[in-house]
Nanobody, 124 residues
Framework: QVQLVESGGGLVQAGESLTLSCLVS????????MAWFRRAPGKEREFMSL???????TYADPVKGRFTMSRDNAKMTVYLQMNSLKPEDTAVYYC??????????????????WGQGTQVTVSS
Protein backbone atom coordinates (compact mmCIF):
# COMPACT_ATOMS: atom_id res chain seq x y z
CA GLN A 1 0.00 0.00 0.00
CA VAL A 2 1.32 3.42 -0.97
CA GLN A 3 1.63 6.04 1.73
CA LEU A 4 2.69 9.65 1.34
CA VAL A 5 3.69 11.74 4.34
CA GLU A 6 4.28 15.48 3.99
CA SER A 7 6.27 17.61 6.40
CA GLY A 8 7.83 21.05 6.61
CA GLY A 9 4.82 23.33 6.70
CA GLY A 10 4.53 26.20 9.14
CA LEU A 11 3.97 29.89 9.72
CA VAL A 12 6.31 32.36 8.01
CA GLN A 13 6.32 36.02 7.06
CA ALA A 14 5.97 37.28 3.51
CA GLY A 15 9.24 37.04 1.62
CA GLU A 16 10.55 34.12 3.64
CA SER A 17 11.16 30.53 2.50
CA LEU A 18 10.00 27.03 3.41
CA THR A 19 10.87 23.58 2.14
CA LEU A 20 8.23 20.86 2.09
CA SER A 21 9.11 17.17 1.99
CA CYS A 22 7.05 14.16 0.99
CA LEU A 23 8.21 10.68 1.94
CA VAL A 24 6.69 7.92 -0.20
CA SER A 25 6.40 4.26 0.74
CA UNK A 26 5.65 1.46 -1.68
CA UNK A 27 7.17 0.17 -4.87
CA UNK A 28 8.08 1.73 -8.22
CA UNK A 29 8.50 5.29 -6.98
CA UNK A 30 11.14 6.25 -9.54
CA UNK A 31 8.94 5.63 -12.60
CA UNK A 32 6.04 7.79 -11.39
CA UNK A 33 5.35 11.44 -11.79
CA MET A 34 4.95 13.19 -8.43
CA ALA A 35 3.12 16.46 -7.88
CA TRP A 36 2.29 19.12 -5.33
CA PHE A 37 -1.19 20.60 -5.11
CA ARG A 38 -2.61 23.10 -2.67
CA ARG A 39 -6.02 24.05 -1.34
CA ALA A 40 -6.47 27.62 -0.14
CA PRO A 41 -9.38 28.51 2.15
CA GLY A 42 -12.63 28.54 0.19
CA LYS A 43 -11.00 27.30 -3.00
CA GLU A 44 -10.64 24.06 -4.92
CA ARG A 45 -7.46 22.00 -4.82
CA GLU A 46 -5.12 23.32 -7.51
CA PHE A 47 -2.01 22.07 -9.24
CA MET A 48 1.29 23.67 -8.22
CA SER A 49 4.13 21.58 -9.62
CA LEU A 50 5.15 18.17 -10.89
CA UNK A 51 8.33 16.25 -11.50
CA UNK A 52 8.45 13.31 -13.87
CA UNK A 53 10.55 10.14 -13.80
CA UNK A 54 13.38 11.94 -15.65
CA UNK A 55 13.44 14.84 -13.21
CA UNK A 56 11.77 17.29 -15.59
CA UNK A 57 9.54 19.81 -13.84
CA THR A 58 6.43 21.82 -14.64
CA TYR A 59 5.03 24.68 -12.56
CA ALA A 60 1.78 26.57 -12.35
CA ASP A 61 2.05 30.25 -13.26
CA PRO A 62 1.47 31.61 -9.71
CA VAL A 63 4.60 29.86 -8.41
CA LYS A 64 6.84 29.82 -11.47
CA GLY A 65 10.22 31.29 -10.63
CA ARG A 66 9.61 31.08 -6.85
CA PHE A 67 9.06 27.35 -6.20
CA THR A 68 11.42 24.52 -7.09
CA MET A 69 10.46 20.86 -7.01
CA SER A 70 13.00 18.05 -6.79
CA ARG A 71 13.15 14.35 -6.05
CA ASP A 72 15.58 11.93 -4.44
CA ASN A 73 14.74 8.46 -5.72
CA ALA A 74 17.11 6.74 -3.29
CA LYS A 75 15.26 8.35 -0.37
CA MET A 76 11.85 8.04 -2.09
CA THR A 77 11.24 11.67 -1.27
CA VAL A 78 10.12 14.73 -3.19
CA TYR A 79 10.71 18.29 -2.10
CA LEU A 80 9.17 21.68 -2.75
CA GLN A 81 11.46 24.63 -2.09
CA MET A 82 9.27 27.71 -1.72
CA ASN A 83 10.94 31.11 -1.87
CA SER A 84 9.59 34.67 -1.74
CA LEU A 85 6.40 33.44 -0.12
CA LYS A 86 3.30 35.61 -0.36
CA PRO A 87 0.15 35.71 1.79
CA GLU A 88 -1.77 34.24 -1.17
CA ASP A 89 0.41 31.12 -0.89
CA THR A 90 -1.39 30.30 2.36
CA ALA A 91 -2.96 26.86 1.89
CA VAL A 92 -2.81 23.20 2.77
CA TYR A 93 -0.20 21.61 0.52
CA TYR A 94 -0.61 18.04 -0.68
CA CYS A 95 1.84 15.62 -2.23
CA UNK A 96 0.45 13.18 -4.83
CA UNK A 97 1.60 10.18 -6.87
CA UNK A 98 0.33 9.67 -10.42
CA UNK A 99 -2.00 6.77 -11.18
CA UNK A 100 0.23 5.26 -13.86
CA UNK A 101 3.97 5.08 -14.49
CA UNK A 102 5.76 7.24 -17.08
CA UNK A 103 2.76 9.51 -17.60
CA UNK A 104 2.40 13.17 -16.62
CA UNK A 105 -0.67 15.20 -15.81
CA UNK A 106 -1.81 18.27 -13.89
CA UNK A 107 -5.39 17.28 -13.06
CA UNK A 108 -6.42 16.18 -9.59
CA UNK A 109 -7.95 13.03 -11.08
CA UNK A 110 -4.61 12.03 -12.62
CA UNK A 111 -3.33 11.22 -9.14
CA UNK A 112 -4.38 8.19 -7.13
CA UNK A 113 -2.38 8.51 -3.92
CA TRP A 114 -2.32 11.57 -1.68
CA GLY A 115 -0.71 12.66 1.53
CA GLN A 116 -2.61 14.09 4.46
CA GLY A 117 -1.50 17.64 3.71
CA THR A 118 0.67 20.17 5.53
CA GLN A 119 -0.43 23.70 6.40
CA VAL A 120 1.55 26.66 5.10
CA THR A 121 0.57 30.08 6.45
CA VAL A 122 2.21 33.27 5.20
CA SER A 123 1.59 36.43 7.16
CA SER A 124 1.87 39.90 5.65
Amino acid sequence: QVQLVESGGGLVQAGESLTLSCLVSGLAFRTYTMAWFRRAPGKEREFMSLINWNGDTTYADPVKGRFTMSRDNAKMTVYLQMNSLKPEDTAVYYCAKHRRPVVIGTAVDDYADWGQGTQVTVSS
